[in-house]
Each structure stands twice: as structure tokens, then as C-alpha cells.
């Protein structure tokens, strides 16, 4: 990660108000983990390209309905795209917080065991 963005520090905080979530490195990026384990967000600041997104994981058909939506917003992102995880720039101008944040919330219960997600309900 080459430096902490406002864009950054908004998506840790969407993360992190997620139960059990915790932050670490991945591939040199910061990455956000529920119960520890399963990987549920990863911040890729210029890390393919001259972009700043984040990497999300998606209930099934979303990746393809946000791209189709928003070729300029969403996009499929390298490794995890075939998995269904969905691409977000956030260097984009008036960025849908809102959107954002509800797609955060969608990969973390994507992700989290059903003990931990009942937390969240």
C-alpha cells in the first residue's frame, strides 16, 4: 500500500463495524477478515493499475448486475472475479457511500459462518 487515502480509511471503517471483523495485510494490501479467517474485502490501492477500488466478495449474480450497471463504478476484479467478487473504484468522482457500505455488508455476510452473521441480525 503506497499511502492512506480518505477512500481507505472510509472502507475500514465500513469494515471494521462489522462483528468480528478484524484488518491485516494480504498481498501487500489492507484486507478484512471476519472471525479471523475468511477474507470478505481487499483494498487494492494501485495495486494492478493506477486505480483505487476494493475487491468484495458478492452474493451470486450481483458482480454481473453492478458491471452491467456501472462499467465506470464496478468491474470484475483479477484472481477472485470468478469466484463472483466484485470490483469497486473509489477514485471515481461522488462515490455512492451508501452503495458502498452495502456492499461491504453484503460480502461480509457472504462470508461469515451463520454463529457469527446472527450477530449482525
Do not use: N
Not at 17 to 37: I, N
Not at 76 to 85: I, T
Not at 86 to 108: L, T
Amino acid at each position: 500500500m503506497r499511502h492512506e487515502t480518505a477512500a481507505l480509511r472510509r472502507v475500514r471503517a465500513l469494515c471494521l463495524a462489522m462483528p468480528e471483523t478484524q484488518e491485516r495485510q494480504s498481498h501487500g494490501e489492507a484486507a478484512w477478515f471476519v472471525g479471523g479467517k475468511r477474507q470478505f474485502v481487499m483494498y487494492a490501492d494501485r495495486h494492478h493499475d493506477e486505480r483505487e477500488g476494493f475487491w468484495a466478495a458478492a452474493p451470486e449474480g450481483v458482480q454481473g448486475q453492478l458491471v452491467a450497471e456501472a462499467t465506470d463504478r464496478y468491474f470484475r476484479p483479477p484472481y477472485v472475479g470468478g469466484r463472483g467478487w466484485v470490483g469497486v473504484w473509489v477514485d471515481v468522482p461522488d462515490v455512492d457511500w451508501d452503495r458502498v457500505e452495502a456492499i461491504i455488508q453484503d460480502a461480509w455476510r457472504t462470508v461469515a459462518p451463520p454463529t457469527i452473521r446472527r450477530l449482525a441480525d
